[in-house]
C-alpha cells in the first residue's frame, strides 16, 4: 500500500503601494489596499473556495478515513482573508471540522526568519501556531518552513520548538542515489522525521498540467496513477501551492475535473491510500539520516534560497531589516507589530531576484514591478520611514 500525502501551500503577500522618496516622513501606510483586495479576492473566487469546495465535497462523498489532505497558511494570508474575503475561513472551517484536514505550523510572515534569526522564527512559529488553533481548533504537530526552506540547523531548531515531523524539498543534490519516497531523519535530532516532496509527480500538476507541449500531456487520473505505482518507497509527497489550482492552472484547463476524478480513484483503488503528514510519521520509521549543510527550498532548479538572497539588492534589504528587531520588539507597538511581519514575507525579496529563472513565468506571479531594482528601491524607501518612526517612537 503506497501512502499519498496531498500538502497546499497557502499565501499572498501584503503587496507594497508605489512609495516615492518625497513619501518618506509624510505618509506612513506603505501598502496597495486596492491591488491586495482585488488580487486576493480574484485568487478566492477562482481558487480557494472552489477547491475548498471541491475537497469537501469529495471528503463528504467519500469518508473523512479515506480523503485526508494537509495545509499550510500563512498569517499574512489570513489576515488579508479576514479583511477581504472571509468566507475563504469560513469554507477552511469547514474543511476543518470533516477531522480529514491536517494543518500545519509555518512562520506567521512567511518569513525568511530561519535563515538570520532564531528568536524572530521561533516567535512566528508560535504565533502562527496560535493562529491556527484559535480559527481552526487544531493546534500544528508538523511543520514546513517557508518555500519548505531547510537545513540540519533549521530542523534543530523545529525539533527544539516541539516538532516531531517535517516537510521540505526532495532535492537531487542532497538525495543522490536515494528516493525521496521514503521517511528520512534530521542529523542532527534523529528523532525528527523529514517528509520529501517528490517534485517530478508535483511538478508534472503544478506546472506541467497544461503544457500541450509536455510529452505527459494531457494528464488524465488513470495515467497519474500509473505513474505514481511506478514509483519505488512507500510514501508519494505531493507538495504544491494552492493556487495552481484556478490560478496557475485555470479551470478551462480541467484541472478540478482532474483532481475530482484523481481523489476518487485513489479512494477506489486498492494500492493506494491518502495520508496526512502526522499520520505517515506515526506509522512509518526514518530509513536514513539525511544531511543537508546547506539550506534547500523548492524553488528552481538549484533548489536552494538564491530564489531570495544573494545578490546585492536582496542581501542589502534583507540585512537592513533584520537590523530593527531588537527595535522593533522594544517598541512592543501592534501596528508596527503587523507592518513588520509584513515587511518580512519572502515576497518582496523574490521580486529583487535577477537570476534566470528555469521554472518561467511562476516568477511574475502577480510581481508589481517593471524591475528587480524597482522592487529594491520601492522596499527601501518604505523601510527607510518604517524606520525612522520606530526610533522616533522610541525618542532615539
Known amino acids: 500500500m503506497k501512502n499519498l500525502n496531498l500538502y497546499f501551500q497557502v499565501h499572498q503577500p501584503f503587496r507594497l503601494k508605489k512609495y516615492r522618496f518625497f513619501n518618506m516622513?509624510?505618509?506612513?501606510?506603505?501598502?496597495?489596499?486596492?491591488?491586495?483586495?482585488?488580487?486576493?479576492?480574484?485568487?478566492?473566487?477562482?481558487?480557494?473556495?472552489?477547491?475548498?469546495?471541491?475537497?469537501?465535497?469529495?471528503?463528504?462523498?467519500?469518508?473523512?478515513?479515506?480523503?485526508?489532505?494537509?495545509?499550510?497558511?500563512?498569517?499574512?494570508?489570513?489576515?488579508q482573508f479576514r479583511?477581504?474575503?472571509?468566507?475563504?475561513?469560513?469554507?477552511?472551517?469547514?474543511?476543518?471540522?470533516?477531522?480529514?484536514?491536517?494543518?500545519?505550523?509555518?512562520?506567521?510572515?512567511?518569513?525568511?526568519?530561519?535563515?538570520?534569526?532564531?528568536?524572530?522564527?521561533?516567535?512566528?512559529?508560535?504565533?502562527?501556531?496560535?493562529?491556527?488553533?484559535?480559527?481552526?481548533?487544531?493546534?500544528?504537530?508538523?511543520?514546513?518552513?517557508?518555500e519548505l526552506i531547510y537545513s540540519d540547523g533549521i530542523g534543530e531548531m523545529v525539533y527544539d520548538m516541539g516538532y516531531r515531523t517535517l516537510l521540505t524539498e526532495g532535492a537531487k543534490h542532497i538525495l543522490g542515489w536515494k528516493s525521496p519516497n521514503f521517511v528520512y531523519a534530521n542529523a542532527?535530532?534523529?528523532?525528527?522525521?523529514?517528509?520529501?516532496?517528490?517534485?517530478?509527480?508535483?511538478?508534472?500538476?503544478?506546472?506541467?498540467?497544461?503544457d500541450q507541449g509536455w510529452d505527459g500531456w494531457p494528464l488524465t487520473a488513470d495515467k497519474y496513477i500509473d505513474w505514481i505505482l511506478d514509483q519505488e518507497g512507500e510514501i508519494i509527497n505531493l507538495f504544491m501551492d494552492y493556487e495552481t489550482f484556478g490560478e496557475?492552472?485555470?479551470?478551462?484547463?480541467?484541472?478540478f475535473d482532474f483532481m475530482d476524478r484523481f481523489i476518487t480513484q485513489v479512494v477506489h483503488h486498492g494500492e493506494l491510500q491518502f495520508r496526512t503528514p502526522a499520520q505517515i510519521a506515526a506509522d512509518a520509521e526514518a530509513v536514513a539520516v539525511l544531511h543537508v549543510p546547506h539550506p534547500i527550498s523548492w524553488a528552481d532548479e538549484e533548489r536552494d534560497v538564491t530564489a531570495w538572497l544573494g545578490n546585492e539588492l536582496q542581501d542589502e534589504a534583507f540585512s537592513k531589516l533584520y537590523s530593527l528587531q531588537e527595535k522593533i520588539r522594544r517598541l512592543n507597538d501592534p501596528d508596527m507589530m503587523r507592518v513588520w511581519y509584513a515587511l518580512q514575507s519572502s515576497d518582496h525579496f523574490?521580486?529583487?531576484?535577477?537570476?534566470?529563472?528555469?521554472?518561467?513565468?511562476?516568477?511574475?506571479?502577480f510581481n508589481p514591478y517593471d524591475s528587480p531594482y524597482d522592487a529594491f528601491m520601492n522596499y527601501m524607501n518604505v523601510f527607510s520611514d518604517f524606520k525612522r518612526e520606530i526610533e522616533l517612537k522610541l525618542g532615539e
Request: charged share 25%; net charge negative; aromatic share 12%.
Open 25 to 79: 516622513g509624510k505618509d506612513h501606510f506603505y501598502f496597495d489596499d486596492f491591488l491586495n483586495k482585488s488580487i486576493l479576492q480574484k485568487v478566492a473566487a477562482e481558487c480557494y473556495l472552489p477547491m475548498n469546495a471541491l475537497l469537501l465535497r469529495k471528503i463528504q462523498e467519500l469518508g473523512a478515513d479515506h480523503v485526508r489532505v494537509s495545509f499550510s497558511i500563512s498569517g499574512i494570508a489570513l489576515e
Open 83 to 146: 479583511m477581504y474575503a472571509p468566507e475563504v475561513i469560513d469554507s477552511f472551517r469547514a474543511l476543518a471540522e470533516t477531522g480529514a484536514v491536517e494543518f500545519l505550523a509555518e512562520t506567521y510572515a512567511h518569513s525568511l526568519a530561519s535563515l538570520t534569526s532564531r528568536e524572530e522564527f521561533e516567535q512566528q512559529v508560535r504565533l502562527q501556531a496560535d493562529t491556527i488553533e484559535q480559527l481552526f481548533g487544531q493546534r500544528p504537530v508538523t511543520f514546513r518552513n517557508t
Open 188 to 210: 542532527l535530532r534523529q528523532e525528527l522525521k523529514v517528509l520529501l516532496r517528490n517534485f517530478r509527480l508535483s511538478d508534472d500538476i503544478a506546472f506541467r498540467f497544461s
Open 248 to 255: 496557475h492552472q485555470k479551470r478551462d484547463t480541467g484541472i
Open 350 to 365: 523574490y521580486y529583487m531576484c535577477t537570476k534566470w529563472f528555469s521554472d518561467g513565468d511562476v516568477h511574475n506571479y
